[in-house]
């Protein structure tokens, strides 16, 4: 079973930036993708972005293509959301999430982290 723990979020101002981080422990995710997803308040949560582990092929969401980038490090398992340029309206819950799929579908993520919050402020 993979744990995953978020961390890095926090306060910034429009136009700043944030890294988020996600390690992964319990097992290797080499076989897996990993995904981003987050949940403004009385919103549904979304897809954000997913990383293919073995290969570091990575899919966005058009709402944030351009300005956020996904990475991994292997040795670390970990992965790394940079966001930049960020915007009131990336405020929001993000979530970390793994699976067996590269999808952008949120029912096949079975393994969640418990969130960090990201607040973009005008």
């Known amino acids: 079973q993979v744990q995953l723990v978020e961390s890095g979020g926090g306060q910034v101002q429009a136009g700043g930036s944030l890294r988020l981080s996600c390690a992964a422990s319990?097992?290797?995710?080499?076989?897996?993708?990993m995904g981003w997803f987050r949940q403004a308040p009385g919103k549904e949560r979304e897809f954000v972005a997913y990383?293919?582990?073995?290969?570091?092929?990575?899919y966005y969401a058009d709402s944030v293509k351009g300005r956020f980038t996904l990475s991994r490090d292997n040795a670390k398992n970990t992965m790394y959301l940079q966001m930049n340029s960020l915007k009131p309206e990336d405020t929001a819950v993000y979530y970390c999430?793994?699976?067996?799929?590269?999808?952008?579908?949120?029912?096949?993520?079975?393994?969640w982290g418990q969130g960090t919050q990201v607040t973009v402020s005008s």
């Open positions: 319990g097992r290797t995710v080499a076989n897996n993708a």
């Open positions: 990383i293919r582990w073995s290969s570091g092929n990575a």
């Open positions: 999430a793994a699976s067996s799929l590269m999808t952008v579908t949120m029912e096949a993520y079975g393994i």
